[in-house]
């Protein structure tokens, strides 16, 4: 049974549950089985949050093994060192290089750096999408651009995804974060 799984996290805020939604909604209309569970219990106070997608010929759990994720795709870095006991030899890695800062910590960048270098997986895009973000003109269309990459790594068609930010985002964001998507794919190649 070939089921490929994507492990999403982040913080409250951050996003997580709509690129979920559309990766789980492309998924679906390229003929999967699919299914996607969510945890964002505190997410409203910049707590973590999580999302599976795993889709395949027939899936029958949400959730992943932990060292099971093919793809993590990460909006920040503590919380990618957080899930990474989910990550294996064979996964690839999608990060957004930043920090939220955590209120009353002291958070040292360089030994989270470090940490996330030392990873032993297949593939580790670690870049500052946020910045291709405010180059398009919007930082909220950071996890449309990573959506993009990732795509580039997923047995999907790019026509789902775009039929899936459609069913997804209202029409007024469309437009756009199909522009950002476009971005992502083509800054995939860099990572091919």
């Not at 040292?108 to 973000?133: C, G, P, Y």
Request: aromatic residues 8%.
């Amino acid at each position: 049974m070939n089921i490929t799984s994507v492990l999403f996290v982040g913080v409250g805020g951050d996003g997580i549950i709509t690129a979920s939604n559309i990766v789980a909604q492309a998924c679906m209309l390229a003929g999967f089985d699919v299914k996607k569970s969510e945890i964002h219990g505190m997410s409203q106070r910049g707590g973590s949050v999580s999302a599976s997608v795993r889709f395949g010929d027939k899936v029958y759990s949400p959730t992943d093994k932990k060292g099971s994720v093919q793809f993590m795709f990460a909006t920040e870095k503590v919380e990618l060192l957080r899930w990474v006991e989910y990550l294996n030899p064979a996964s690839k890695v999608i990060a957004n290089d930043r920090i939220v800062p955590i209120i009353g910590q002291t958070i040292d960048e360089n030994k989270i750096d470090e940490m996330i270098q030392s990873l032993t997986v297949e593939k580790l895009i670690k870049r500052k999408f946020s910045e291709d973000a405010k180059k398009l003109g919007n930082p909220r269309l950071t996890n449309t651009i990573m959506l993009g990459v990732l795509s580039k790594f997923l047995p999907i068609d790019e026509k789902y995804f775009f039929e899936a930010i459609d069913d997804v985002l209202p029409e007024k964001l469309r437009t756009v974060n199909a522009t950002a998507f476009s971005y992502g794919v083509n800054l995939a190649k860099e990572y091919a």
